[in-house]
């Protein structure tokens, strides 16, 4: 079994920036990619970012050149940098293991961007 604590949400006004932090225990080894997703009040949920083990990124393109998904494997921990938040980035966070087929899910941290 895999557990996944996500943690760095909160508050911040539009244009803000946040860093969103997914820290992965348990049967680590089962772990490919790693993933963030995002659902927003109403809405279904959504991929945000993903990183193969290897490093390779696959990005929405509503978050391009905005958020950045980086992971530290010795740590087994996956970071989301988000910048220039928009209000409608508002959402729960979510992390999601192995990416991307996920299997796994964190309970996620709730990010809300004020205009």
């Known amino acids: 079994q895999v557990q996944l604590v996500e943690s760095g949400g909160g508050l911040v006004q539009a244009g803000g920036s946040l860093r969103l932090s997914c820290a992965a225990s348990?049967?680590?080894?089962?772990?490919?990619?790693m993933g963030w997703y995002r659902q927003a009040p109403g809405k279904l949920r959504e991929l945000v970012a993903g990183i193969a083990t290897g490093g390779a990124t696959n990005y929405a393109d509503s978050v391009k050149g905005r958020f950045t998904i980086s992971r530290d494997n010795a740590k087994n921990t996956v970071y989301l940098q988000m910048n220039s938040l928009k209000p409608e980035d508002t959402a729960v966070y979510y992390c999601g293991a192995p990416w991307p087929r996920v299997r796994h899910w964190g309970t996620g941290t709730l990010v809300t961007v004020s205009s």
């Open positions: 348990g049967s680590i080894f089962s772990i490919n990619g």
